[in-house]
């Protein structure tokens, strides 16, 4: 599809921080974006240009409602890793996008996903998710395409990270130093999300798309000091101690959730989950992420220092 003719995009999960990138890369780029949301309008984040509508994806008339006069979606299921209610978020995104009569739905799966089952709910909720998309679209005429992204470079630009970075020069995350991780930022996955929404001969798949570069820890800091301009050490994170300080933010529930895809990693079971696919999604849906120290470099750190910029 040609960029200078405008979709109509229903954003489900535009008030978090992926989702959000996607819909303001999508109305930045003059496309017709509305989203659901259950914050109270005072509680949302700026959406300039989008349609926030209050709503529940466990109510299927307002995702009905979401859908309706759509031509596209994008889709980020919310942090919840209670299979049932992930189960029915999916159903109703799938029925809506259906009678819509959508061109084609983009899942992002928030995580990578094993191959093999787990017991692990971030993963297993998002395949559950995206399995029953699939099949509830399969003779639809509704085109699927799914990205499953790593980890976020914006994770790293934080109040629980920035003043370590710019102050002691310490990196500190849950994953084990040795662990290649193909990181990216949250503009270049609105940008595979975009791409996957708009390039031809894509549907069907799954990408596992990633950053410029796999990374160990140490490559990471490494990096991140090019960028910063000093040394930068990286410190493995139990994951204990970061679903501690995750809980302190989202709720004990939702931090053993996210938590659940580091105590994996710890554990040893695929250490190559995280890394990047020889360039095979970059090629398909013609992205160019940008490297690693080229994306610290355009943080505004200063605001982590303590120092007037």
């Known amino acids: 599809m040609s960029d200078h003719i405008p979709m109509r995009i229903a954003v489900v999960g535009a008030t978090g921080f992926q989702g959000g990138a996607t819909a303001r890369l999508l109305a930045e780029r003059k496309h017709r974006v509305r989203t659901l949301s259950r914050r109270p309008e005072a509680d949302r984040p700026e959406l300039p240009g989008i349609s ?7 109510r299927y008339e307002d995702v009905r409602r979401l859908f309706e006069g759509a ?11 209670q299979a049932e209610k992930v189960m029915t978020y999916a159903q109703h995104i799938a029925k809506a996008a259906r009678e819509a009569g959508l061109r ?10 094993p191959e093999r089952s787990t017991n692990v709910a971030a993963f297993e909720t998002r395949r559950l998710a995206e399995t029953v998309v699939r ?4 003779h639809s005429g509704v085109e699927v395409v799914v990205v499953r992204p790593p980890v976020y470079l914006d994770n790293l630009f934080s109040p629980w990270n920035g003043p370590a970075l710019v102050n002691e020069g310490v990196l500190a995350y849950p994953l084990p130093a ?11 996955l609105a940008e595979a999300v975009y791409a996957a929404l708009t390039v031809e001969g894509v549907a069907g798949r799954t990408f596992d798309i990633g950053g410029a570069q796999t990374l160990t820890g140490q490559e990471l800091a490494t990096a991140f000091g090019q960028g910063l301009g000093r040394e930068i050490r990286y410190v493995e994170l139990q994951p204990t101690v970061f679903q501690q300080g995750l809980a302190q933010i989202l709720g004990a529930e939702s931090a053993a959730g996210v938590a659940g895809i580091y105590h994996y990693m710890a554990s040893g079971a695929e250490p190559g989950l995280l890394s990047g696919d020889n360039g095979v999604s970059a090629e398909a849906l013609s992205l160019k992420p940008a490297p690693v120290d080229e994306w610290v470099a355009r943080q505004p750190w200063q605001m982590w220092s303590g120092e007037e910029s």
């Open 71 to 81: 031509t596209h979606a994008a889709v980020v299921i919310p942090l919840v890793y």
């Open 52 to 58: 926030v509508a209050g709503g529940d994806l466990g």
């Open 104 to 113: 084609r739905l983009v899942y992002n799966s928030n995580t990578r996903v």
């Open 178 to 188: 040795e662990v290649p991780t193909a990181w990216i930022s949250h503009r270049d």
């Open 135 to 138: 099949e509830s679209l399969a």
